[in-house]
């Protein structure tokens, strides 16, 4: 089932996402990974392991994340390895450096993952290092941007590599993931077989002082919304099937 959650925002981005993950622990219990980018320092922050959420992040490990955008990912592993090396190459979030460096976490399931695997291996030059459908996502989302994308961004660019992915990739499944310097990505996927809630917070003033590149509110997305009611967010709505939503910089 897997549970997922982003917040972009607030300094505290990558706590909001930890405590928001503990809120959608029964959807999976077999690993856990936080990503968070930086727009000050420019880094990604990156950890994930085995086991429950609450193992996998001690205090020390949140001490080194920093950033005002975060990605967590709670597994419930339904394919896949059963070693626990190849086992933890599986574990989510993953991320691919070009172009621009993108991140991702998901929920649901790709069927014709491995006649994506080969594609991408023969038509795109492409080799994929582990058995989750992720990986096929993400390199699919990289290679549509690689083709029309240099040094410039677009969201037009974005929504012409998504659609290429919902023609390509069959299955249930809804996804949040980080364009480095750019913002926060989300989408459903065009039948709405995974959940996931948007919903916004008014930043307090700490956070402002915190953050002099904010733009006054936060947002946050989640597959269920309790994780949103517990972290403060007023519920918006459910993204619709087959919607992609990106905040940039700027909010």
């Given at each position: 089932?897997?549970?997922?959650?982003?917040?972009?925002?607030?300094?505290?981005?990558?706590?909001?996402?930890y405590?928001?993950?503990?809120?959608?622990?029964?959807?999976?219990?077999?690993?856990?990974?936080?990503?968070?980018?930086d727009?000050?320092?420019?880094?990604?922050?990156?950890?994930?392991?085995?086991?429950?959420?609450?193992?996998?992040?001690?205090?020390?490990?949140?001490?080194?994340?920093?950033?005002?955008?975060?990605?967590?990912?709670?597994?419930?592993?339904?394919?896949?390895?059963?070693?626990?090396?190849?086992?933890?190459?599986?574990?989510?979030?993953?991320?691919?450096?070009y172009?621009?460096?993108?991140?991702?976490?998901?929920?649901?399931?790709?069927?014709?993952?491995?006649?994506l695997?080969?594609?991408?291996?023969?038509?795109?030059?492409?080799?994929?290092?582990?058995?989750?459908?992720l990986?096929?996502?993400?390199?699919?989302?990289?290679s549509?941007?690689?083709?029309?994308?240099?040094?410039?961004?677009?969201?037009?660019q974005?929504?012409?590599?998504?659609?290429?992915?919902?023609?390509?990739?069959?299955?249930?499944?809804?996804?949040?993931?980080?364009?480095?310097?750019?913002?926060?990505?989300a989408?459903?996927?065009?039948?709405?077989?995974?959940?996931?809630?948007?919903?916004?917070?008014?930043?307090?003033?700490?956070?402002?002082?915190?953050?002099?590149?904010?733009?006054?509110?936060?947002?946050?997305?989640?597959?269920?919304?309790?994780?949103?009611?517990?972290?403060?967010?007023?519920?918006?709505?459910d993204?619709?099937?087959?919607?992609?939503?990106?905040?940039?910089?700027?909010?």
């Amino acid at each position: 089932m897997c549970g997922i959650v982003g917040v972009f925002g607030t300094p505290y981005s990558f706590q909001e996402v930890y405590q928001g993950l503990l809120l959608l622990q029964h959807r999976g219990q077999d690993a856990a990974g936080i990503l968070s980018f930086d727009f000050n320092t420019q880094n990604f922050h990156h950890h994930k392991d085995l086991g429950l959420i609450s193992d996998v992040f001690s205090p020390e490990v949140l001490s080194g994340f920093s950033g005002q955008m975060s990605i967590a990912h709670t597994r419930y592993a339904t394919i896949g390895p059963k070693n626990q090396i190849e086992k933890k190459r599986d574990i989510q979030p993953m991320m691919i450096n070009y172009p621009f460096g993108i991140g991702m976490v998901h929920n649901g399931n790709i069927v014709n993952y491995y006649e994506l695997k080969q594609y991408l291996q023969v038509e795109k030059d492409r080799h994929l290092f582990t058995q989750n459908d992720l990986e096929a996502m993400i390199n699919l989302i990289s290679s549509g941007l690689s083709e029309r994308a240099r040094s410039s961004f677009s969201f037009e660019q974005f929504k012409v590599a998504i659609e290429n992915l919902f023609d390509r990739a069959h299955g249930g499944f809804s996804a949040l993931g980080l364009l480095a310097d750019k913002g926060l990505f989300a989408f459903r996927d065009p039948h709405g077989l995974r959940p996931l809630i948007l919903g916004e917070r008014v930043l307090t003033e700490e956070e402002k002082l915190a953050n002099p590149k904010n733009f006054g509110k936060s947002y946050c997305l989640a597959s269920e919304s309790n994780a949103l009611n517990f972290l403060g967010y007023e519920v918006v709505r459910d993204l619709d099937p087959g919607e992609i939503l990106f905040i940039s910089e700027t909010g």
